[in-house]
């Protein structure tokens, strides 16, 4: 299995991160990659998470892999983390659009939380179609994000790009994306 996170100005959640990481490193080998190999910029550090934080951060699987070095071929699972710079920096990733394609036509298993949602919205087909046109996403809602300050400054809305592509989408609170995470 490998994370896939992403190198934003945004960050990744450390809840969201000590969530997926935890849930999955019990059941698979982990793999965590980033465009470039840049290490992992962490959003909303609290009390309740910064010891994990630093003892991630000291262990030999916390220097992130390349995203552009990762063969889909190798793992057998796909997990993105609640990212907020998700929708600036994966939506448009070609590397990750050929991973996603690749996890796609071999029916593997794939799991976007909260904002990392926007990341699935760079694989398309050869005819210009959505990898996942028929399928049912949730994410944050358009009601949540026109709340937030860089609102304006959004390349995609994801709720709009996943209707317009011929799937479905049920918005959810951003509150709800910080607190719990359905796999």
Not at 36 to 62: C, L, P
């Amino acid at each position: 299995c490998f994370l896939k996170l992403l190198d934003s100005l945004s960050g990744v959640s450390a809840q969201s991160f000590l969530h997926c990481f935890t849930l999955t490193s019990s059941a698979f080998n982990l793999q965590v990659a980033t465009p470039g190999g840049k290490s992992i910029d962490f959003v909303d550090v609290n009390e309740s998470n910064m010891r994990w934080i630093q003892d991630f951060r000291m262990k030999s699987y916390a220097n992130p892999a390349k995203l552009e070095s990762i063969d889909g071929a190798r793992y057998h699972a796909l997990l993105i983390p609640n990212c907020p710079g998700a929708m600036t920096d994966l939506a448009n990733s070609g590397y990750l659009a050929k991973i996603l394609q690749h996890f796609s036509t071999e029916n593997k298993p794939i799991c976007a939380v909260g904002h990392g949602v926007a990341a699935l919205c760079c694989a398309t087909n050869e005819d210009k179609s959505w990898v996942f046109q028929g399928y049912s996403l949730t994410g944050p809602s358009v009601y949540e994000l026109v709340r937030q300050p860089n609102f304006a400054s959004l390349s995609i809305i994801v709720e709009d790009f996943v209707k317009d592509s011929g799937a479905t989408f049920s918005g959810m609170s951003l509150l709800l994306s910080r607190t719990s995470h359905f796999v």
